[in-house]
């Protein structure tokens, strides 16, 4: 993708294969390109939604994949998915194994059942040597064991939608990780978002719209889109007192280095 936006930008987290978005989705990602998103990486959250996410990714130049099965769909997993998922990671379009990991707030699984699955699938990324995008929600502490316990952080990978404290941020990253920031970023209460923005390195660093979640400030309560990840780069800049296009380019450096993709 090309365009004459200055901002070169990848969104490394959005659901594009949401209904949703299924009336006007040639219009957003013409919308993404008007704003300098020259990548987005469509997430799969289970079986059905990772092939979708495939097929938009063959369907739409800059568009890439990820195939999993998130926190929330964890007590539906079988090896049978799986196995048909390990089959979808040979597409050269499919960047990483995720969403995988915890949520703890929603407990839509079980936490045993969550735990589980989530090593067995980091197990199958690191068979497969794939990165893995991975979910934590107030459950920083047991994501962090069982990255340690277990093979597929050694391919490392993102933690999407990054909502620790700087301490925590450090902590992932010195296990291979990189930490994805939000359209939450821009939210004046964002406190501890913040200061991971300010404080960490910029090498460590993606952006993320998570949409049609999470939009920022000023479109906070609509349906976010990947256009929509140039706010989050002009507030990293903010808060580092820094060039949004330096932001930009460097977190897109960073991305196409996580997920392994050529940079455009």
């Known amino acids: 993708m090309s365009n004459a936006n200055p901002l070169q930008l990848?969104?490394?987290?959005?659901?594009?294969?949401?209904?949703?978005?299924?009336?006007?989705?040639?219009?957003?990602?013409?919308?993404?390109?008007?704003?300098?998103?020259?990548?987005?990486?469509?997430i799969g959250t289970e079986l059905a939604d990772s092939i979708r996410a495939l097929e938009l990714a063959h369907q739409y130049p800059g568009l890439y994949a990820t195939i999993g099965i998130h926190p929330h769909d964890s007590k539906n997993a079988d090896e049978t998915g799986y196995a048909r998922l390990k089959a979808l990671a040979d597409d050269p379009k499919v960047v990483a194994y995720g969403e995988i990991g915890l949520d703890f707030y929603r407990d839509h699984s079980s936490k045993?059942?969550?735990?589980?699955?989530?090593?067995?699938?980091l197990q199958i990324a690191g068979e497969l040597q794939l990165p893995v995008v991975i979910h934590d929600r107030e459950a920083h502490q047991e994501v962090y064991d069982i990255i340690r316990s277990e093979k597929g952080y050694r391919h490392g990978g993102v933690i999407h939608c990054f909502s620790a404290d700087y301490n925590w941020a450090r902590r992932f990253v010195?296990?291979?990780?990189?930490?994805s920031l939000?359209?939450?970023?821009?939210?004046p209460k964002s406190h501890?978002?913040?200061e991971v923005a300010a404080k960490l390195n910029l090498d460590d660093l993606l952006i993320e719209t998570d949409a049609p979640f999470l939009s920022?400030?000023?479109?906070r309560g609509k349906r976010n889109e990947p256009a929509h990840v140039s706010f989050v780069a002009q507030e990293i800049a903010r808060?580092?007192?820094?060039?949004?296009?330096?932001?930009?380019?460097?977190?897109?450096?960073?991305?196409c280095r996580v997920f392994a993709m050529a940079v455009s």
């Open 10 to 42: 990848v969104d490394s987290h959005c659901h594009l294969n949401l209904d949703v978005f299924a009336d006007d989705l040639t219009a957003v990602i013409d919308r993404a390109q008007a704003a300098g998103v020259e990548k987005m990486i469509v």
């Open 112 to 121: 045993a059942v969550q735990r589980r699955e989530f090593a067995r699938q």
């Open 174 to 179: 010195d296990l291979g990780f990189a930490i």
């Open 182 to 187: 939000p359209g939450t970023i821009t939210f």
């Open 192 to 194: 501890v978002q913040k």
């Open 216 to 219: 920022p400030v000023p479109y």
């Open 239 to 255: 808060l580092r007192k820094t060039d949004p296009v330096a932001v930009a380019a460097a977190t897109s450096a960073n991305s």
